[in-house]
């Protein structure tokens, strides 16, 4: 399967590389194109992963493309993005954006990957081992499920990371907001 990753560049998202280390037939896109260039890239690919940080409106591109006005992926990628069945969305709040434009796959609400992040989301206490260790195991898991179909990688994340998230109260928080609709 051919899949296209867009993962905008920023220090504080480099754990998600994890996620799609094992898919063998992928693009990988980090900054530096257009949007036009992004809509034809999304066209040539069978599964489109979007990962980083984001907001209802879209995923953030974090000054790594150009004319894009903060956002890679937004409302004019919705019409695209409908014909797949098969994304991924990460990022805060990307339930959001997949519900309100009915869009198809595995995608995240609010995702803690940051103690600032948990201070915001009243986990108080929260320590930045456990940040780590969420999001470690939360790529790891993800990664081993990366090349199967949405239903498969959704049953078995919830799984295998809520084997963490019964020790782990950050892995806990994210785990109640993985979501899948097909």
């Given at each position: 399967?051919?899949?296209?990753?867009?993962?905008p560049?920023?220090?504080?998202?480099?754990?998600?590389?994890?996620?799609?280390?094992?898919i063998?037939?992928?693009?990988?896109i980090?900054?530096?194109?257009?949007?036009?260039?992004?809509?034809?890239l999304?066209?040539?690919?069978?599964?489109?992963?979007?990962?980083?940080?984001?907001?209802?409106?879209?995923?953030?591109?974090?000054?790594?493309f150009?004319?894009?006005?903060?956002?890679?992926?937004?409302?004019?990628?919705?019409?695209?993005?409908?014909?797949?069945?098969?994304?991924?969305?990460?990022?805060?709040?990307?339930?959001?954006?997949?519900?309100?434009?009915?869009?198809?796959?595995?995608?995240?609400?609010?995702?803690?990957?940051?103690?600032?992040?948990?201070?915001?989301?009243?986990?108080?206490?929260?320590?930045?081992?456990?940040?780590?260790?969420s999001?470690?195991?939360?790529?790891?898991?993800?990664?081993?499920?990366?090349?199967?179909?949405?239903?498969?990688?959704?049953?078995?994340?919830?799984?295998?990371y809520g084997?963490?998230?019964?020790?782990?109260?950050?892995?806990?928080?994210?785990?109640?907001?993985?979501?899948?609709?097909?």
């Amino acid at each position: 399967m051919q899949t296209l990753i867009i993962h905008p560049k920023d220090s504080t998202t480099t754990f998600l590389e994890l996620l799609y280390g094992t898919i063998p037939d992928k693009t990988i896109i980090r900054g530096g194109v257009s949007k036009e260039e992004i809509k034809y890239l999304i066209q040539s690919h069978e599964r489109v992963m979007m990962l980083g940080h984001g907001s209802p409106s879209g995923l953030f591109s974090v000054g790594s493309f150009p004319d894009t006005n903060g956002y890679i992926i937004d409302q004019t990628m919705v019409e695209l993005l409908n014909r797949k069945r098969d994304n991924i969305f990460i990022w805060c709040n990307a339930d959001c954006f997949v519900n309100h434009y009915r869009l198809k796959g595995f995608y995240s609400g609010m995702f803690i990957s940051e103690v600032e992040e948990a201070d915001y989301c009243r986990l108080t206490d929260t320590s930045q081992n456990q940040v780590d260790e969420s999001n470690q195991r939360f790529g790891e898991i993800f990664s081993g499920f990366a090349n199967e179909n949405i239903a498969s990688i959704y049953k078995n994340v919830l799984t295998e990371y809520g084997k963490l998230a019964e020790k782990n109260p950050v892995a806990s928080y994210n785990c109640k907001r993985l979501y899948m609709n097909q």
